[in-house]
């Protein structure tokens, strides 16, 4: 075997161990970040979701409210009318 391509393996199987370790110790902050980021918005959306299903739950008990007062209203204008009064 050639002298220089020894040399070569010998720092390769140096070289690739320590540069995987500070490749990990060098992206591990960045990929925390990224999740920590993934993770927020998820919550944001979620969030939101609950925000919209309560508004819809209000616009349907606000609906609700004035059939019940529609019906209200009309129970009373029967009860008068059988009563003979105005």
Same mark, same amino acid.
């Given at each position: 075997?050639?002298?220089?391509?020894?040399?070569?393996?010998?720092?390769?199987?140096?070289?690739?161990?320590?540069?995987?370790?500070?490749?990990?110790?060098?992206?591990?902050?960045?990929?925390?970040?990224?999740?920590?980021?993934?993770?927020?918005? =998820? +919550? *944001? &959306?979620?969030?939101?979701?609950? !925000? $919209?299903?309560?508004?819809?739950?209000?616009? #349907?008990?606000?609906? =609700? +409210? *004035? &059939?019940?007062?529609?019906?209200? !209203? $009309?129970?009373?204008?029967?009860?008068?009318? #059988?009563?003979?009064?105005?």
């Amino acid at each position: 075997m050639h002298p220089d391509i020894v040399l070569i393996l010998a720092g390769l199987i140096i070289l690739v161990p320590v540069t995987g370790i500070t490749l990990r110790f060098a992206l591990k902050p960045i990929v925390d970040s990224i999740a920590r980021l993934m993770e927020f918005r =998820a +919550r *944001l &959306e979620s969030a939101d979701n609950v !925000d $919209r299903r309560v508004a819809v739950l209000e616009q #349907e008990l606000h609906a =609700a +409210r *004035l &059939e019940l007062q529609e019906l209200r !209203d $009309r129970d009373d204008f029967y009860k008068r009318l #059988e009563a003979g009064s105005p």
